[in-house]
């Protein structure tokens, strides 16, 4: 053996430097499990210079109108930025189900999720209530069957950048973490019925590399003699942005397919922006992307996703997540689960 192999076999390992300097400052909210850091000062300081590429349009297909940013966020930063959101931001698992006719399906949705915003309706005023976007007076308390949550500053600071980028404004954000490669999102459309005609969607993607697969929805009847245009794919780096806009949702499925072999098992967080035009749209977001089950917060110990408690604390969060891997183990033995869908998404594939 070499010498330089031996002496670094016994060297100590030295820790990993954390890839930022922590924000002392913090966003906090009633509607919050735990206050969530300001975005690091570097990182803000390089999204000044923020996108890293300028964007390309992609139109060659019928309906399709994607604006390509490869990359938006700088690969100087890109890492520290998943590193910190994946850190920072309470995640959920949700469960729900669905009737299929008589039956009673419970969906486990395949990825962690969480989202901030409110609608066109109403908006937070600076003490974090929700008022009425004209008069500033408080909405009545039981608008919304779920309890809207403003966006952290953390995101708010590239939601506000992209609005510039994009020349474009958004309400709200929702964010997915695909812990690995059998994390995924099936195909789907962003529903107009909450975005309204033509919406203009922003899309993060930070950390493992992973596909995101577009095809047109089925063309109607009496159109037949179009052909259908081919799938776009498009392999989403750390750092990359897609606009969506225009037909795209109307007439395109989107989705993330579950994958095999080490890139995805670094983790992927999607960051999108969009704006939604009326309660229901909040309530949806609020019920698929919250739910009413645990919290989940990155373990940097663990290396994973723990269901996390403010009193019970760190501790207890770990010996809960492994009663969560033994529960996951047994349900996914029994023949009624199936894997995910989503509120929004049935009416996307139908249409
Ligand atoms: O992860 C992605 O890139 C897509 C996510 C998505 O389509 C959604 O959240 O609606
Ligand atoms: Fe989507």
Redesign the pocket.
């Known amino acids: 053996m070499k010498r330089g192999a031996i002496d670094s076999f016994f060297k100590p390992s030295t820790p990993k430097k954390p890839k930022y300097e922590a924000n002392a400052n913090t966003s906090s909210h009633a509607s919050y499990p735990h206050p969530v850091p300001h975005l690091p000062r570097d990182f803000q300081d390089q999204l000044a210079f923020a996108p890293a590429e300028e964007g390309k349009p992609i139109s060659d297909r019928l309906h399709l109108d994607l604006v390509y940013y490869q990359p938006y966020i700088t690969p100087s930063i890109a890492p520290g930025v998943f590193d910190f959101l994946r850190q920072e931001l309470p995640f959920y698992r949700v469960q729900y189900n669905i009737k299929r006719g008589p039956v009673e399906t419970q969906i486990n949705t395949p990825r962690y999720t969480t989202v901030f915003g409110v609608d066109e309706t109403s908006r937070f005023n600076e003490a974090g209530d929700i008022v009425d976007p004209k008069s500033g007076n408080k909405v009545e308390r039981g608008k919304y069957k779920c309890t809207p949550r403003p966006l952290p500053q953390c995101l708010d600071y590239l939601r506000k950048l992209t609005e510039g980028t994009t020349n474009e404004t958004y309400n709200f954000c929702?964010v997915?973490y695909?812990a690995d490669g059998k994390d995924s999102?099936s195909y789907?459309s962003?529903d107009e019925r909450f975005l309204g005609p033509d919406p203009a969607i922003a899309?993060f993607?930070l950390g493992a590399k992973?596909d995101?697969l577009m095809k047109h929805k089925p063309i109607p009847p009496g159109l037949e003699a179009v052909p259908e245009p081919k799938q776009v794919k498009l392999p989403?780096g750390s750092g990359d942005m897609v606009l969506m806009k225009g037909k795209t949702q109307g007439m395109w499925l989107?989705?993330?397919p579950k994958r095999v072999g080490d890139e995805a098992k670094k983790g992927?967080i999607?960051i999108?922006f969009r704006k939604a035009l009326v309660k229901a749209g909040t309530e949806n977001y609020y019920q698929y992307n919250v739910g009413t089950g645990d919290v989940f917060r990155w373990s940097a110990k663990e290396k994973m996703m723990l269901p996390w408690t403010a009193d019970a604390g760190k501790d207890a969060g770990k010996d809960a997540g492994k009663d969560a891997v033994a529960l996951d183990a047994a349900e996914a033995d029994k023949a009624m689960l199936i894997d995910e869908e989503r509120g929004e998404m049935k009416a996307g594939v139908e249409a």
């Open positions: 929702l997915n695909y999102i789907h962003d899309s993607s992973r995101f989403l989107h989705s993330i992927r999607n999108t």
